[in-house]
């Protein structure tokens, strides 16, 4: 795909099988898919899901687009990798009792608190766990409001936070 979600070349089929044998063969339990261009058009990347989601059913899938479909590739790319790593991680924590959270806003721009928002919905598991999350100092340039310890920023933070982590306390 090109850079406007146009098809070049298709979807080299061959070369997922091949992946997904070589995940077969290494025991891989987690898998996430980022194409370059998927933020303009996520057909190749749904396409691969389709196969991997057939032949690894057991395996943890995740997207980019389905995750975080923005333009940024370094984003797109690490934010799934993370969750794809970190999901079956909080699944173990969780079933061997686990029940306290900690994030923060300023890991990875917010988007752990989107990965763990996502996975405690997706879970129904909210109820079972006490979250914390901390605000970072950053904010706008220009606009002295949006940093510090200001009572606008911290609101302007908590706000974010609760939404990232669907959730209202």
Same mark, same amino acid.
């Given at each position: 795909?090109? @850079?406007r979600?146009r098809?070049?070349?298709?979807?080299?089929?061959?070369?997922?099988?091949r992946?997904?044998?070589?995940f077969r063969?290494?025991?891989?339990?987690?898998?996430?898919i980022?194409?370059?261009?998927?933020?303009?058009?996520p057909a190749?990347e749904?396409?691969?899901?389709e196969?991997?989601? @057939?032949?690894l059913p057991?395996?943890?899938l995740?997207?980019?687009?389905e995750l975080?479909p923005a333009? @940024?590739?370094?984003?797109?790319?690490?934010?799934?990798?993370?969750?794809?790593?970190?999901?079956?991680?909080?699944?173990?924590?969780?079933e061997?009792?686990g029940?306290f959270?900690?994030?923060?806003?300023?890991?990875?721009?917010g988007?752990s608190?989107?990965?763990l928002?996502?996975?405690?919905?997706e879970?129904?598991r909210?109820?079972?766990?006490?979250?914390?999350t901390?605000?970072?100092?950053?904010?706008?340039?220009g606009?002295?409001?949006?940093?510090?310890?200001?009572?606008?920023?911290?609101?302007?933070?908590?706000?974010?936070?609760? @939404?990232?982590?669907r959730?209202?306390?």
């Amino acid at each position: 795909l090109d @850079r406007r979600g146009r098809t070049v070349m298709p979807l080299a089929v061959d070369d997922v099988h091949r992946a997904i044998d070589l995940f077969r063969q290494e025991g891989v339990s987690a898998v996430a898919i980022c194409f370059m261009n998927a933020f303009a058009n996520p057909a190749h990347e749904q396409a691969a899901a389709e196969l991997v989601r @057939r032949e690894l059913p057991d395996a943890f899938l995740t997207t980019s687009t389905e995750l975080l479909p923005a333009i @940024r590739f370094y984003d797109r790319g690490s934010t799934p990798a993370l969750n794809a790593y970190v999901r079956p991680i909080l699944d173990r924590y969780l079933e061997a009792g686990g029940n306290f959270i900690d994030t923060a806003d300023g890991y990875t721009n917010g988007a752990s608190e989107t990965i763990l928002g996502s996975y405690l919905a997706e879970r129904k598991r909210r109820d079972e766990v006490v979250l914390a999350t901390k605000f970072s100092f950053g904010g706008r340039a220009g606009d002295p409001n949006a940093g510090g310890n200001g009572r606008k920023n911290i609101h302007r933070a908590l706000e974010g936070s609760l @939404r990232r982590l669907r959730t209202d306390y």
